[in-house]
């Protein structure tokens, strides 16, 4: 168990990386810092939180209902509604329609659920070229690497990282200069902005009521996304939904103070539906692709619902400890930190995540700053739980872990044994003495002792002392 | 030495659950929480039968077997008036998750929930239930606090240890930075993901280096346990003390 675990393995490259560690140590204590001086302007932020989740937590209830009413609501203004109920459906949607309208180029802004469902790598398998247009995104996909945060999805690289790549694959002029980086981006984009006929984008928020499509950026790649080609695609999680336009304004708040610590970001687009007649711009054909992959599943447990709340602000893993030392790729899965945690094996299964939810000190910090008040820690343990439960009913192999745990429990139902069982490990104790190399033989001494001295443990108990103290 | 500031005029009874880590390897917190008590006025009993809360199967999934030592605890303490624990971790696991164990609208559930309800994390018992502030201890040195993750985002509790640090005649107490994150223990997280429990301590102990302390007091000994192998192992001459053992430096 303790030398299996991949994420292990990977944090040794992640804490030795010192670009890496340089990156997340500056860029998320300043997302900390904003983040929270934002949310210190907001006296009512509290209320406003739990207004959020209890909103979410209502519309999760009845999914369904407000699914279809979303539906109906974007057909009636002239989109066209697509249930996907795999990624894999998702993406041949978008293949067939690129086809069947001659498309060879599309491009995307930022997306998620995209990475989720691995959408550029299988449109390249059709031969289509997908472009990213958020410059953090387009960074990655010019590497070929995955994004390593929510928000900053290059935030693992340099900027002579980035300029070095941009030289190699744009033909830059080499300079390290941030303005030459973003002119560059911007004129290569630009092209491609105005030769894609179609445009992909995520949806932060969908208002059941009204049919409106909400995306928040800052970039303004979004916009130009669903504004120039003549096609666009809006790939939603169906957990996006929200009932109303008015809350809208609240969960706006929670999410932008929160991601970046902004008032408002640069863009937040309300669409609905295609051009119309009287319209001078917007798509001519508008399609919402409604995207379960995993998460109907997730609703049928009342306390891990609760996971499907999300907004994606990426405030758990700027707080989060474990993210901040080592990062979102050492997780191997395309939602990292504590959100990731709880929301890969989920979406997956445990058997395909199953270190997820055991890469945490359960410190709570994250469910601190969750501006829905996901009680990610709990999450986490209910997690743990059935993960534990699984492994027994499957019984594959032994489990040295579960045996101890078992035991463990005798001992402690019963004080005889507890007594004994603490005088054995005090004797231990003595007879390797401090530091003592016989501690290699049990593993989490052996574990313990890589960075850390081993504790010194008095040599007598509370009871016997207090025993002889009453006397 | 200066005057006790809380005088009870009822006796009030505490049964102290020292946990298991105190009781068989760190008794000198036990001894000091039990000193203390003591010196308010406060009726203390030792049951023997006390072992463990249940918690590490409980954070590690095992969920059965947190269970069975769970009745264990409960059936030793369903009868006290008051549940007094040196643990914020510990203490929560009483306070937050005990009761989820049992199914809702049982009489284990019910039970579990008196007896959770009952319990004080010690600092908070000192604080806010006898109104203590000062216990006439005296210890003329620089210390710094570091905030255990249950203690202070699951049970709240942020100033009532504060505020019995500054009641220590002679102390000099100076907050390190980012004194509420967290140290990286996490239970068998720290044998189970050495490197990232050890990398996130290492920030720690940097902190707790910077405020200039000679000793960093916590609530918690499993912190404490860890804060105090890294500060070892990089000879950082920073000496880790819980905070009984603070409250305890007066003379019998």
Known sequence: MIRSMRINRNVEAALANQQLQKNLRSTLGKSVRMRNESVAEVPNWDELSQYARDVKLHTLSRLDHYLEMLEQKVKAQGGKVIWAETGQEAVQFIVDLARQRKIGKLVKSKSMLSEEIHLNSMLERAQIESIETDLGEYVVQLAGETPSHLLAPALHKSREEIADLFVRELGMMPSGDVDEITATSRRVLREHFLTARMGVTGVNFGVAETGTIVIVENEGNARLSVSVPRIHVALMGIEKVIPRTRDLAVFLKLLIRSATGQKMTSYVSCLNGPRRSEELDGPEEFYLVLVDNGRSKILADRSLRQTLACIRCGACQNICPVYQRIGGHAYESTYQGPIGAILTPQLTSLAAAPEHAFASSLCGACQEVCPVKIEIPLVLLKLREQAQNEKKRRATHFSPERLVMGLWAQVMCSPALYVGFGRWIRWVWKILGENGSRGQLLAPLSSWKKHRDLPRLAARSFRELYRSSEE | ?252
Not at chain 2, 149 to 155: K, T
Not at chain 2, 158 to 170: A, D, Y
Not at chain 2, 180 to 204: H, L
């Open chain 2, 1 to 252: 030495m200066s005057a006790v500031s809380c005088q009870l005029s009822v006796v009030m009874k505490v049964s102290l659950f020292v946990t298991c880590l105190v009781d068989q390897f760190f008794p000198q917190v036990g001894l000091s929480a039990l000193k203390v008590l003591k010196k308010c006025g406060v009726e203390v009993d030792f049951d023997p039968r006390q072992t463990c809360c249940g918690q590490p199967a409980f954070n590690s999934g095992f969920v059965e077997e947190s269970r069975e030592v769970a009745e264990h605890f409960i059936g030793i303490y369903g009868d006290s008036e008051n549940i007094v624990v040196p643990s914020g971790s510990c203490a929560t696991m009483i306070k937050s998750f005990l009761p989820s164990l049992f199914a809702e609208g049982s009489l284990k559930r019910q039970r579990a929930e008196e007896v959770s309800q009952r319990t004080f994390e010690l600092s908070d018992f000192l604080s806010s239930v006898l109104g203590l502030t000062n216990t006439g201890a005296r210890f003329p040195q620089v210390v710094t606090y570091h905030d255990s993750c249950h203690l202070v985002r699951e049970l709240g509790i942020r100033s009532q240890p504060r505020q019995l640090i500054r009641g220590v005649e002679g102390v000099d107490f100076r907050e390190m930075e980012n004194c509420d994150r967290c140290c990286g223990f996490g239970g068998t997280f720290s044998v189970k993901s050495p490197d990232i429990s050890a990398a996130i301590g290492d920030e720690k102990v940097q902190w707790i280096k910077e405020s200039g302390a000679d000793y960093v007091i916590a609530n918690d000994v499993s912190c404490l346990m860890h804060i105090e192998g890294l500060l070892r192992r990089k000879q950082i001459p920073v000496k880790t003390m819980h905070l009984a053992e603070l409250l305890a430096q007066f003379d019998d």
